[in-house]
């Protein structure tokens, strides 16, 4: 962790000594700027995608978050390292006895961002949190009917669905009322999604005609504000000199976008970049020989990697479809090609082990004969031709998604299975998932919270599947909402076991993998913690 800044615990640029003469005076002032110069050397972080925009409800990918969270900033937050909840913009809150009451006392004198398009009149309140959250929840509110969007995350959770009303108490209080109880709603408010945006930018914003600004002009009150992007190239924030926090030792915060992991790595060795986005297998001793320049960040992350059926389009829509290629997959050879190291875990449950709620006595399965036997039980006895969409990006959980889609392509043929093997560009990826043009494609999750509920509803409740293409269960449904409105841990689990179970039966992901995340940071690097999900938190982070 930093240490509080002091000349006396912190070395200053060597100049050399001066003597007492009449303009001395300029020999001090220069050594003070020396100083400070050395102190705000820029930070630049070789990201592994372009964010997909930067309106913090919209998007759910990692790339994107860690490129609003310096930007914005939730009512809540995690603690650095953990998932304990703190509070953020929020200076307290509770709830009540039946976990559908959640009131939020709003931290006072918090500025929005001064940009080159937006100068705040007044100070965050309540407004700019029913702002934010009126989006989410009213089809009607004047931003959508100006710039309808989905917004990726809220959906998925069904916030709409659960929030029956959002109440200002007043200009620093705000109420939200559940239809059902849920014990996991407060945690809600740390996530990427919940970003507070300003209501008076928003405003000024419909009334020039050009809402689309929210989303690539943004303004937050987070420790850092937009600067200028370059798609594919590099994002610049600034330190935020209105920042209610601390003041960031960081001036300039520089993303610059490297999607080849190897390059990544180069340049974090030569001193190019000073964080990397995670590491794959096959780099981590790379980065390990040379401690001289660079240091190794690792944590059992809350992940997950996974194949997903388009359950729309027969004949996967057929759970023995389904089974028959889950256990057609020789998970061992993936693990052996993609995870050299050993310290990946294959998945079983749709969460990790770590997670209360995992269900022990679940088990994967390889056996290509009986995988031909179900197709044929099925109506395939001849197989049948699929596209298999190829991860374009390098994740911890899948860092190479052409080489486990040849992998996979290897097994399904010999069950008479072909596969043609797709992939796009990552955002261009993400848009026809979503839009359920594929046939399988692989994807993963990482969970902020360590709660089972942040695994499994935003991508297995019926709520996350736009017109059948996703999982929709309505006992698996019944079980997620059961365990949110029970304050009994114990019961908690045991509900989230049998949800684990019904999603083995059903078979709507082929699991792959939990992995160990590792960080490249460069020596000089401090204030780094890594979060249990792998994310960057740039705050507080500095070069010596």
């Keep these: 962790m930093s240490r509080p800044f002091s000349l006396a615990t912190r070395r200053l640029p060597f100049v050399p000594f001066v003597p007492f003469v009449p303009f001395a005076p300029f020999a001090l002032l220069a050594f003070l700027v020396a100083g400070a110069a050395w102190a705000a050397q820029p930070l630049v972080y070789c990201a592994d995608a372009s964010p997909e925009g930067f309106d913090p409800g919209r998007w759910d990918s990692s790339s994107t978050a860690n490129a609003t969270r310096p930007i914005f900033q939730g009512l809540l937050r995690f603690k650095p390292g953990s998932t304990e909840l703190q509070p953020e913009l929020a200076s307290a809150w509770t709830m009540s006895a039946d976990a559908k009451v959640f009131d939020f ?30 989006r989410f929840v009213d089809p009607q509110h004047p931003f959508n009917k100006a710039l309808p969007t989905p917004y990726v995350y809220p959906e998925s959770l069904g916030l ?13 209080a705000v109420r939200f009322r559940l239809r059902k109880a849920n014990v996991s709603f407060a945690s809600y408010m740390a996530l990427a999604f919940a970003g507070i945006q300003s209501a008076e930018y928003a405003a000024q914003l419909l009334r020039e005609g050009r809402p689309q600004a929210l989303n690539n002009r943004p303004v937050g009150t987070g420790p850092y504000r937009f600067r200028s992007y370059v798609k594919d190239d590099v994002l610049r924030l600034e330190a935020n000199p209105d920042s209610w926090g601390a003041p960031q030792r960081t001036r300039q915060l520089i993303f610059a976008i490297a999607r080849e992991p190897n390059v990544r790595v180069q340049k974090l060795l ?81 969460m990790p082990p770590s997670v209360p709620g995992f269900n022990d006595s679940l088990r994967n399965e390889f ?16 197989g049948f031709e699929l596209d298999l969409w190829a991860l374009p990006v ?38 026809r998932a979503n839009k359920g043009e594929h046939d399988v494609y692989m994807s993963g999750w990482s969970g902020e919270t360590g709660d089972a509920d942040d695994m499994l509803a935003p991508n297995l ?28 841990a114990a019961e908690r689990v045991r509900l989230y076991r049998e949800a684990n179970a019904l999603f083995k039966r059903e078979r709507p992901w082929i699991t792959m993998a939990h992995s160990t995340i590792y960080i490249g940071t460069r020596k000089d690097v401090k204030g780094f913690v890594m979060a249990p999900n792998g994310a960057v938190n740039f705050e507080g982070v500095y070069r010596e």
Excluded at 116 to 134: E, Y
């Design 461 to 488: 409740s019926c709520a996350a599947s736009k017109g059948g293409i996703k999982f929709c269960n309505r006992a698996f449904d019944e079980l997620l909402e059961r365990a949110r409105a029970s304050g009994d």
């Design 160 to 172: 709409a669905r659960q929030i029956e009303a959002i109440e200002r108490l007043g200009e620093h």
């Design 367 to 382: 056996n290509p004969a009986r995988a031909r036997a179900l197709l044929a039980e099925a109506g395939h006895p001849q």
């Design 270 to 350: 030569a001193g190019e970049c000073h964080l990397t986005s995670p590491l794959r297998d096959v780099d981590v001793a790379t980065v390990a020989r040379r401690p001289d320049v660079a240091r190794l960040h690792l944590i059992q992350a809350l992940n997950i990697s996974y194949l997903a059926f388009n359950l729309k389009k027969p004949p996967f829509d057929d759970r023995r479809v389904r089974e028959a290629l889950d256990i057609a997959v020789d998970r061992d050879a993936v693990f052996k090609a993609l995870f050299p190291r050993g310290d990946a875990q294959q998945a079983v449950n749709a």
């Design 394 to 431: 390098a994740r911890p959980t899948n860092p190479n998604g052409q080489l486990m889609a040849q992998l996979i392509q290897q097994d399904w043929a010999r069950i008479g299975v072909r596969a043609r093997i797709k992939t796009y560009e990552w955002g261009e990826y993400l848009k």
């Design 105 to 134: 006392e709003l931290r006072r004198g918090v500025r929005f961002h001064r940009t080159a398009d937006f100068t705040p009149t007044r100070a965050f309140n309540a407004d700019d949190l029913l702002f934010t959250f009126g």
